[in-house]
């Protein structure tokens, strides 16, 4: 089972990893990566398509990504699908059908955000049998409603209403949450109080696991840089040095050279 790598590293207290993948290329390549978990999120709306919210992100665009994603990955690696806000916050049937199409993509689970106005919904699916994994703190989806990308549950009652919903997801039967943009002590506390694998994103180190969006980790994103964002690689810098010495060596009729021509 794939996602047998959320319980076992909670278990024996070694720290989960996940990012997010849209394509068959990259996962092509990030196979062969330690990376124990991936994530078709709902963020490629804004990295792949330009888009300034997660909003626009469909189905019908998750499904495609995702199952781009399981052809690089291949069967054997964690793979999970953000499923698009409008679709969960329609009918229950909708829902439903949008979860059906990433999971016949190749999703191994879905991932929803929130929990007010569809506990219904989470435990629905989940008895049906398929994996969820919940979303906490910010939810980009929400950001209309949130008043913008900010820290939450900085304040005694937001925290105590995370915790209190992240019980929930567990009692329903969520197998590991992502906490987005939340104070280090209360991701930490929520980590420590739950037996739910705690992902964390802007939530400190004292969780059970990290998630970052592969563009923001590679150092592909040259105009955004959030705090909890770190770039591990200068991938923007490589690829323009690269190009630029493709174009120097065209002009300079360096390239193609006898051995890229045929004779
Ligand atoms: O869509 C996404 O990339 C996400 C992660 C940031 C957790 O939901
Ligand atoms: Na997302």
Redesign the pocket.
């Known amino acids: 089972m794939n996602l047998q790598v959320f319980t076992d590293g909670k278990a024996h207290g070694r720290k989960i990893t996940?990012m997010?993948c849209y394509d068959y290329s990259s996962a092509r390549i990030l196979r062969q990566s330690a990376v124990d978990a991936f994530?078709v999120?709902?963020?490629?709306a804004m990295?792949l398509y330009g888009h300034d919210s997660?909003l626009p992100a469909t189905t019908e665009m998750m499904a495609r990504h995702t199952a781009a994603v399981r052809k690089g990955l291949g069967p054997d690696r964690a793979l999970i699908a953000?499923l698009p806000f409008l679709e969960h916050r329609g009918s229950l049937d909708r829902a439903m059908d949008a979860v059906r199409a990433l999971m016949v993509a190749g999703a191994d689970a879905v991932?929803l955000?929130g929990i007010r106005g569809h506990e219904a919904l989470v435990g629905h699916i989940v008895e049906s049998g398929i994996p969820v994994m919940g979303?906490l703190g910010l939810t980009?989806q929400a950001v209309h409603g949130l008043g913008g990308y900010r820290v939450q549950g900085r304040d005694k009652a937001a925290a105590e209403a995370m915790i209190e919903q992240a019980r929930t997801l567990q009692e329903q039967g969520v197998f590991a949450l992502?906490l987005?943009c939340v104070p280090e002590k209360l991701a930490a506390t929520i980590a420590a109080q739950l037996e739910l694998p705690v992902?964390g994103?802007g939530a400190g180190s004292d969780v059970d696991g990290q998630?970052?969006?592969q563009q923001d980790l590679l150092g592909m994103n040259l105009d955004f840089s959030p705090r909890f964002v770190r770039a591990f690689a200068a991938t923007a810098e490589d690829w323009i040095g690269a190009v630029d010495e493709y174009c120097r060596a065209v002009q300079e009729k360096r390239f193609p050279a006898a051995k890229e021509s045929f004779q």
């Not at 999120?41 to 490629?44: C, I, Q, T, V, Y």
């Open positions: 996940m997010t994530l999120g709902d963020s490629l990295t997660t953000d991932k955000e979303h980009p992502v987005e992902i994103i998630v970052l969006v």
